[in-house]
């Protein structure tokens, strides 16, 4: 997401172990998790044992069945590396998942009028969340406790594959740089934060906005302004090991706009979503024929029925089979703030319907930078306050 709301970038002395969100106390440090495999951190899946404090150990939590809630992480910080494992259930829900949807190369697309209704949309059957076909029912937001949210702003998330890490965009200790929090399941607080991810080669020098992960979390897309440029760019790396990199910049030229933000890329590294910006901010896909080979010119045709010119779009979002589609449309709080609007489709060869705001998510503030889960079950977004239009904190929803 490009900000452009003042960010105050004074460090700040947030602990990401201080201040938990919620009661209770379970240490990760030096502990393993139940027996299981998980994707993302340093971390195996033996049989659980509580273990003391160690901040250099290699810790790991397994998958569990069941999901609970009120746990505190009080271990100390990990600098356990990210591993990604199997597991025996995916989230990915593939319904309706047809061929490439890309419209002509550099095409900007037109569009026809019908971008916004604040009245029902039709929703084909195919464009489910959580496997559930729409009009969705979504719970009510709760913001994330520490480690998570800090001071002043956390923003443009992205969950791991199995969905037990939570990878963000922070502002926090005076500088722009992306974190990493876990989760011992589903449904649980995030509880346990490790390093600043430029220990595995996820944060760089310069300032880090949104980080994407592919292919079961074995590539990386981070869009970054190193210190020796003067635009926001998408660079990409392959996990080689424990860490990803060295992170190199995508050729995406999309005529008229400068910088890319906002990267969420599809499970198979073939679809390349994102934000370009340049007077205004709007919505793209860049695709290619294998996850091997460079990117086709970016097209805007897919947004033709919900680009709306007199607002900017940003921060796209959508589950596995990438028929529904969860965006920033880009406002004031005099009229309503900038809020998180949806489009669907039935397949991933058509463009998106008409676009609307996402039910009982938005609030009179603003809402911004949504991840959906890959199948689509919960909804992580950005909000800030109408006292303070410059500090985010990250909430979470659910489909009901």
Known sequence: MRLLLIIPLAASVACLRENPAFDGSVALTG???????????????????????????????????????????????????????TTAESTADTT????????????TGTSTGEAS????????????????PGPWVF?????????????????????????????????????????????????????WSYANNKDIGLSTDGADGKLALSNADARAY???????????????G???????????????????????????VSGDDMRLYYAPA????????????????PFAA??????VNMDDPERDEADPTLPAHELVLIYTRKGVIERGGTELWFAARSSISEPFGPAQPVPGVNSPAHDASGHLSGDGCELFFARSTMQDESTWDIYRSEIQ
């Open 278 to 293: 340049g007077g205004d901010q709007r919505l793209v896909v860049a695709t290619r024929p294998a996850a091997d080979q």
């Open 96 to 107: 309706g998942a047809d061929s490439d949807s890309s419209g002509g190369p550099g095409s």
């Open 139 to 191: 719970s009510e937001p709760q913001a994330l406790g520490m480690p998570v949210n800090g001071d002043p702003s956390d923003l443009d998330m992205w969950l791991s594959y199995t969905g037990l890490i939570l990878l963000w965009s922070s502002y926090r200790n005076g500088a722009q740089d992306t974190y990493r929090a876990s989760r011992m399941a589903v449904g649980m607080p995030f509880e």
């Open 222 to 236: 981070l869009s970054t302004k190193l210190p020796n440029d003067t635009n926001f760019r998408i660079h990409t």
């Open 298 to 303: 970016p097209s805007a045709d897919p947004f």
């Open 238 to 264: 392959d996990r080689k090991g424990q860490n990803y990199g060295p992170l190199t910049p995508l050729t995406l030229d999309f005529p008229g706009y400068t910088e890319a933000f906002d990267p969420h």
């Open 31 to 85: 502990m393993t998790g139940t027996t299981g495999t998980t994707g993302m951190t340093g971390m195996s899946g033996t049989t659980g044992t509580t273990g003391p404090d160690d901040p250099t150990g290699v810790t790991t939590v397994g998958t569990t069945a069941g999901t609970s809630t009120g746990l505190t992480g009080t271990g100390s910080e990990s600098t356990g590396m990210i591993t990604v494992g």
């Open 117 to 132: 209704t604040d009245g029902p949309i039709d929703i084909p059957p195919e464009a489910t969340l959580c496997g559930k």
